[in-house]
């Protein structure tokens, strides 16, 4: 019997950057965002019954998002966006950056902000219950399980459906995201050329 040889296969993404210390920053991250949009939520009870649900279900679409663009960042193909930078199209070589950074987007979109925004929406049904149920005799439990349950399955429902949005458009999306970070940089590099200009002046 001869020896079994080690079968490797190139993987499609060989160009993305791997950093363990971004997931020791993802992690500290995750941590004083978590407790600052906490820190938010608390007056939640004192909100209108009205805004806070609208509150709760922007949540829930943050999370939502972000999930799509985690995923279409994870999965897109760079090949098509060398091209078109080098056709000088605005928002392509950003694109190519935001996939070579794919680790570190993926986790903030998928696991900082998803995450987040599950545990806030969790804590704003808490807060829409008593809101509710507050000089009532209403059954606090058995509502807090009613409007848990719709907003796991709005959550979770609509990942699902994003998931399968996101590998369809992937490359689409991260255009898209491109585009955003190239205008935000034209944007700031304005700012500054104003500012100098009116200095000079």
């Keep these: 019997m001869g020896k079994c040889r080690k079968i490797r296969v190139k993987a499609a993404g ?38 806070a649900i609208l509150v709760l279900f922007l949540i829930v679409l943050l999370g939502i998002v972000f999930d799509i663009a ?24 950003e694109s190519v950056k935001i996939i070579r950074s794919a680790q570190q987007i993926s986790s903030v979109c998928n696991d900082v902000i998803g ?9 704003m049904t808490t807060a829409i219950v008593v809101s509710i149920s507050t000089g009532k005799t209403t059954d606090t439990t058995l509502l807090n399980l009613v409007f848990a349950g719709i907003v796991a399955a709005l959550m979770i429902g609509g990942k699902a459906a994003g ?8 490359n689409t999306i ?6 955003i970070v190239y205008f935000s940089k034209r944007l700031v590099c304005f700012k500054r050329k104003n500012k100098k200009s009116k200095r000079q002046v």
């Design 70 to 93: 985690g995923m279409a960042v994870s999965t897109a193909s760079e090949e098509p966006f060398h091209a078109m930078a080098a056709k000088k199209i605005a928002g392509a070589k």
């Design 115 to 123: 995450d987040i925004a599950g545990i806030i929406s969790g804590a």
């Design 14 to 51: 060989q160009n993305v950057k791997v950093s363990h210390r971004w997931t020791i920053i993802v992690t500290i991250l995750a941590f004083v965002l978590s407790v600052f949009i906490s820190a938010l939520t608390l007056g939640a009870e004192e909100l209108g019954l009205f805004t």
């Design 174 to 179: 991260v255009f898209i995201m491109g585009k």
């Design 163 to 170: 998931k399968g949005i996101a590998m369809k458009n992937n």
